[in-house]
C-alpha cells in the first residue's frame, strides 16, 4: 500500500532553515509528481510546491518562492523540502501527497513551528 513518511520538522528562529524529508513507498516513485502541502492552525490546507517525476521541472507557491527548494532522490525513494529564511507565517504541519491510479495520499504531516 501507499506509504508516504514526513520527517525533520521542529521550532526554528525566524530566518532559520529546515529540511523535510519524505520517505515513499507502496508506489513507483519515479513515475510520479510528487507535492508539498500545508495547514496552519484554523486554515484550510495549501499547496506549497511540487516537482516532476524525474526532477526536471519545480513549481512553487508564491510565498514560498525564492525561500522554499523541492528536490527528489528517486534512488532513495525520498522527496525533500528545503526551506530557508523561515518566517512565523510558516508554521503549520507539512505533508507530502501523490496521486496514484486516481487516488490521493497523505503523509501524516511533520509539524514546523518557526518562532523565536
Known amino acids: 500500500q501507499v506509504q508516504l513518511v514526513e520527517s525533520g520538522g521542529g521550532l526554528v528562529q525566524p530566518g532559520g532553515s529546515l529540511r523535510l524529508s519524505c520517505a515513499a513507498s507502496g508506489f513507483t516513485f519515479n513515475r510520479h509528481i510528487m507535492n508539498w502541502y500545508r495547514q496552519a492552525p484554523g486554515k484550510e490546507r495549501e499547496w506549497v510546491a511540487s516537482i516532476t517525476s524525474a526532477g526536471s521541472s519545480t513549481n512553487y507557491a508564491d510565498f514560498v518562492k525564492g525561500r522554499f527548494t523541492i528536490s527528489r532522490d528517486n534512488a532513495k525513494n525520498t522527496l525533500y523540502l528545503q526551506m530557508n529564511n523561515l518566517k512565523p507565517k510558516d508554521t503549520a504541519l507539512y505533508y507530502c501527497?501523490?496521486?496514484?491510479?486516481?487516488?490521493?495520499?497523505w503523509g501524516q504531516g511533520t509539524q514546523v513551528t518557526v518562532s523565536s
Open positions: 501527497n501523490v496521486v496514484n491510479v486516481g487516488l490521493e495520499y
